[in-house]
Nanobody, 127 residues
Framework: VQLQASGGGLVQPGGSLRLPCAAY????????IGWFRQAPGKEREGVSC????????YDAESVKGRFTVSRDNAKNTVYLQMNSLKAEDTAVYYC?????????????????????WGKGTQVTVSS
Protein backbone atom coordinates (compact mmCIF):
# COMPACT_ATOMS: atom_id res chain seq x y z
CA VAL A 1 0.00 0.00 0.00
CA GLN A 2 1.56 3.26 -1.08
CA LEU A 3 0.24 6.79 -1.46
CA GLN A 4 2.05 9.61 -3.19
CA ALA A 5 0.99 13.24 -2.95
CA SER A 6 2.46 15.75 -5.37
CA GLY A 7 1.75 19.12 -6.95
CA GLY A 8 2.98 21.36 -4.16
CA GLY A 9 4.94 24.52 -4.75
CA LEU A 10 5.08 28.27 -4.29
CA VAL A 11 1.93 30.21 -5.09
CA GLN A 12 0.89 33.80 -4.52
CA PRO A 13 -1.98 34.68 -2.18
CA GLY A 14 -5.27 34.31 -4.01
CA GLY A 15 -3.85 31.70 -6.33
CA SER A 16 -4.79 28.05 -6.85
CA LEU A 17 -3.13 24.66 -6.74
CA ARG A 18 -4.35 21.14 -7.37
CA LEU A 19 -2.69 18.36 -5.43
CA PRO A 20 -2.99 14.82 -6.80
CA CYS A 21 -2.67 11.76 -4.58
CA ALA A 22 -1.93 8.57 -6.47
CA ALA A 23 -2.32 5.09 -4.97
CA TYR A 24 -0.16 2.06 -5.68
CA UNK A 25 -1.00 -1.44 -4.59
CA UNK A 26 -4.62 -0.83 -3.72
CA UNK A 27 -7.77 0.72 -5.15
CA UNK A 28 -8.56 4.17 -3.76
CA UNK A 29 -12.21 3.84 -4.68
CA UNK A 30 -12.68 1.42 -1.78
CA UNK A 31 -11.24 3.74 0.85
CA UNK A 32 -12.03 6.96 2.62
CA ILE A 33 -9.39 9.51 1.67
CA GLY A 34 -8.23 12.45 3.68
CA TRP A 35 -5.98 15.40 3.09
CA PHE A 36 -4.12 16.62 6.15
CA ARG A 37 -1.62 19.39 6.66
CA GLN A 38 1.00 20.38 9.18
CA ALA A 39 2.55 23.79 9.45
CA PRO A 40 5.77 24.46 11.40
CA GLY A 41 5.06 24.56 15.12
CA LYS A 42 1.45 23.47 14.68
CA GLU A 43 -0.41 20.22 15.10
CA ARG A 44 -1.50 18.21 12.12
CA GLU A 45 -5.06 18.95 11.05
CA GLY A 46 -7.55 17.29 8.76
CA VAL A 47 -8.32 19.57 5.85
CA SER A 48 -10.69 17.77 3.49
CA CYS A 49 -11.92 14.20 3.40
CA UNK A 50 -14.16 12.06 1.24
CA UNK A 51 -15.74 8.79 2.34
CA UNK A 52 -16.01 5.45 0.60
CA UNK A 53 -18.65 5.75 -2.07
CA UNK A 54 -18.35 9.54 -1.84
CA UNK A 55 -21.44 9.70 0.39
CA UNK A 56 -19.85 12.02 2.91
CA UNK A 57 -17.34 14.80 2.71
CA TYR A 58 -15.67 16.90 5.38
CA ASP A 59 -13.95 20.23 5.12
CA ALA A 60 -12.30 22.09 7.96
CA GLU A 61 -13.86 25.47 8.72
CA SER A 62 -10.67 27.19 7.67
CA VAL A 63 -10.96 25.87 4.10
CA LYS A 64 -14.70 25.64 3.51
CA GLY A 65 -15.68 27.16 0.19
CA ARG A 66 -12.06 27.21 -0.98
CA PHE A 67 -10.87 23.56 -1.00
CA THR A 68 -12.55 20.62 -2.72
CA VAL A 69 -11.61 16.93 -2.63
CA SER A 70 -12.55 14.69 -5.55
CA ARG A 71 -11.73 11.30 -7.05
CA ASP A 72 -10.81 10.00 -10.50
CA ASN A 73 -11.32 6.27 -10.09
CA ALA A 74 -10.06 5.52 -13.60
CA LYS A 75 -6.70 7.04 -12.63
CA ASN A 76 -6.80 5.70 -9.05
CA THR A 77 -6.12 9.25 -7.92
CA VAL A 78 -7.70 11.70 -5.50
CA TYR A 79 -7.30 15.44 -5.88
CA LEU A 80 -7.36 18.42 -3.55
CA GLN A 81 -8.30 21.56 -5.43
CA MET A 82 -7.21 24.61 -3.45
CA ASN A 83 -8.48 28.04 -4.46
CA SER A 84 -8.14 31.50 -2.96
CA LEU A 85 -5.03 30.42 -1.13
CA LYS A 86 -3.89 32.34 1.92
CA ALA A 87 -0.55 32.61 3.69
CA GLU A 88 -1.96 30.53 6.53
CA ASP A 89 -2.48 27.63 4.14
CA THR A 90 1.29 27.21 4.01
CA ALA A 91 2.09 23.70 5.24
CA VAL A 92 3.17 20.23 4.25
CA TYR A 93 0.14 18.46 2.83
CA TYR A 94 -0.37 14.71 3.17
CA CYS A 95 -2.92 12.34 1.73
CA UNK A 96 -4.09 9.36 3.74
CA UNK A 97 -6.48 6.44 3.36
CA UNK A 98 -8.71 4.46 5.70
CA UNK A 99 -11.13 1.59 5.28
CA UNK A 100 -13.53 2.91 7.93
CA UNK A 101 -17.24 2.44 7.38
CA UNK A 102 -19.99 4.73 8.62
CA UNK A 103 -20.28 8.47 8.92
CA UNK A 104 -19.16 8.77 12.54
CA UNK A 105 -16.06 6.64 11.95
CA UNK A 106 -15.32 8.62 8.81
CA UNK A 107 -15.48 11.94 10.68
CA UNK A 108 -13.30 10.53 13.45
CA UNK A 109 -10.72 9.42 10.89
CA UNK A 110 -10.74 12.90 9.38
CA UNK A 111 -9.99 14.36 12.79
CA UNK A 112 -7.64 11.83 14.39
CA UNK A 113 -5.91 10.44 11.31
CA UNK A 114 -6.10 7.49 8.95
CA UNK A 115 -4.45 4.10 8.48
CA UNK A 116 -2.19 4.64 5.48
CA TRP A 117 -0.11 7.71 4.79
CA GLY A 118 1.88 9.06 1.92
CA LYS A 119 4.83 11.41 1.96
CA GLY A 120 3.89 15.04 2.05
CA THR A 121 4.19 17.82 -0.46
CA GLN A 122 5.11 21.37 0.53
CA VAL A 123 2.69 24.19 -0.25
CA THR A 124 3.95 27.72 0.30
CA VAL A 125 1.67 30.71 -0.15
CA SER A 126 3.68 33.90 -0.32
CA SER A 127 4.11 36.99 -2.42
Amino acid sequence: VQLQASGGGLVQPGGSLRLPCAAYGFTLEHYAIGWFRQAPGKEREGVSCISRGDRNTYDAESVKGRFTVSRDNAKNTVYLQMNSLKAEDTAVYYCAASNVVGRDNFLAACYYGMDYWGKGTQVTVSS
